[in-house]
C-alpha cells in the first residue's frame, strides 16, 4: 500500500474512533442527565411529602431553599462564646424571636450576605423582641481576630464565635455553610436556611414579622 492509501486509511480510522467516543460521551451525558432529572423529581416529590409549618409559605425569593419544620425541636444547649469569652447559650434569648447566623472567614458566601444582616439588625433596632446573632465558627486566633474586626465593620451586629466548630452540627444544616436559623420566643428551630440569602429583602422581613407576631407565650397561672 503506498504512503499516500495509509495516510487516508489512518485518517478515517481516527474518524471512525473520534465518532465512536463522541458517541459514547454522548450516550453518557444522555444517561446522566435522565438520572439527574429523575433524582431532581424525586427530590421534589420528597420535599413535597416532608410535612411543613404554617411558615412554609415564605419559602420564596432569596429564600426558596427555606425548611420549615412542621414539628418544632428546640435548640440546641451548647454552649458557644461572646466577645468577652464568656459561655452563652441560646436559652439566654427565650422569649425574643433570634435570627442565628453561623459563618467563617473562608465561607465567601457567609461574608458576601453579611451587610444583609446588618442592614436587618438596623431595620430592627427599636424592637427589643428580635435579636440577630451572627456566630462565627472559625477556629484559630488569627482568623477570630480577623472576623472580629469584620464584624465591627457591620455594626450592630455583636460577635460570637464557636472555635469548635460545633454548632453547624448541631443545627439541622448539619454542617452546611452559611447555615441561618430561626428561632421562636420558646427557643425553638422554626425555620433553617443553608446557602446565601438576602435577609434584608422583604421575603425575610415577612417571615420574621410572621414570627414576632406570634407573641410571647402566656404564663401559666400558679397553683
Same mark, same amino acid.
Given at each position: 500500500?503506498? /504512503?499516500?492509501?495509509?495516510?487516508?486509511? =489512518?485518517?478515517? +480510522?481516527? !474518524? #471512525? @474512533? $473520534?465518532?465512536?467516543? &463522541?458517541?459514547?460521551?454522548?450516550?453518557?451525558?444522555?444517561?446522566?442527565?435522565?438520572?439527574?432529572?429523575?433524582?431532581?423529581?424525586?427530590?421534589?416529590?420528597?420535599?413535597?411529602?416532608?410535612?411543613?409549618?404554617?411558615?412554609?409559605?415564605?419559602?420564596?425569593?432569596?429564600?426558596?431553599?427555606?425548611?420549615?419544620?412542621?414539628?418544632?425541636?428546640?435548640?440546641?444547649?451548647?454552649?458557644?462564646?461572646?466577645?468577652? /469569652?464568656?459561655?452563652?447559650?441560646?436559652? =439566654?434569648?427565650? +422569649?425574643? !424571636? #433570634? @435570627? $442565628?447566623?453561623?459563618? &467563617?472567614?473562608?465561607?465567601?458566601?457567609?461574608?458576601?450576605?453579611?451587610?444583609?444582616?446588618?442592614?436587618?439588625?438596623?431595620?430592627?433596632?427599636?424592637?427589643?423582641?428580635?435579636?440577630?446573632?451572627?456566630?462565627?465558627?472559625?477556629?484559630?486566633?488569627?482568623?477570630?481576630?480577623?472576623?472580629?474586626?469584620?464584624?465591627?465593620?457591620?455594626?450592630?451586629?455583636?460577635?460570637?464565635?464557636?472555635?469548635?466548630?460545633?454548632?453547624?452540627?448541631?443545627?439541622?444544616?448539619?454542617?452546611?455553610?452559611?447555615?441561618?436559623?430561626?428561632?421562636?420566643?420558646?427557643?425553638?428551630?422554626?425555620?433553617?436556611?443553608?446557602?446565601?440569602?438576602?435577609?434584608?429583602?422583604?421575603?425575610?422581613?415577612?417571615?420574621?414579622?410572621?414570627?414576632?407576631?406570634?407573641?410571647?407565650?402566656?404564663?401559666?397561672?400558679?397553683?
Amino acid at each position: 500500500m503506498s /504512503g499516500s492509501r495509509k495516510a487516508i486509511w =489512518a485518517v478515517i +480510522g481516527a !474518524v #471512525v @474512533v $473520534v465518532s465512536t467516543i &463522541a458517541g459514547a460521551g454522548g450516550m453518557a451525558m444522555s444517561l446522566y442527565a435522565n438520572h439527574r432529572q429523575k433524582a431532581q423529581v424525586q427530590e421534589a416529590a420528597n420535599a413535597n411529602a416532608t410535612p411543613k409549618s404554617d411558615l412554609a409559605g415564605f419559602a420564596v425569593g432569596s429564600l426558596a431553599a427555606l425548611t420549615t419544620p412542621a414539628q418544632p425541636i428546640p435548640a440546641p444547649e451548647y454552649a458557644f462564646r461572646d466577645r468577652t /469569652g464568656t459561655a452563652v447559650r441560646f436559652s =439566654a434569648f427565650h +422569649g425574643k !424571636v #433570634v @435570627v $442565628v447566623n453561623l459563618w &467563617a472567614m473562608w465561607c465567601a458566601p457567609c461574608k458576601a450576605e453579611m451587610p444583609t444582616l446588618q442592614a436587618l439588625a438596623k431595620a430592627y433596632a427599636a424592637n427589643e423582641d428580635l435579636v440577630v446573632l451572627p456566630i462565627n465558627v472559625d477556629a484559630t486566633p488569627e482568623a477570630a481576630a480577623e472576623a472580629r474586626r469584620f464584624l465591627d465593620d457591620h455594626a450592630p451586629l455583636p460577635f460570637y464565635s464557636d472555635v469548635k466548630f460545633q454548632l453547624p452540627f448541631e443545627f439541622p444544616g448539619k454542617g452546611a455553610m452559611p447555615q441561618t436559623i430561626l428561632l421562636d420566643r420558646e427557643g425553638r428551630i422554626r425555620a433553617v436556611k443553608t446557602g446565601e440569602a438576602d435577609w434584608s429583602g422583604p421575603e425575610a422581613r415577612a417571615l420574621i414579622d410572621a414570627l414576632l407576631a406570634e407573641g410571647p407565650k402566656p404564663e401559666q397561672p400558679s397553683a
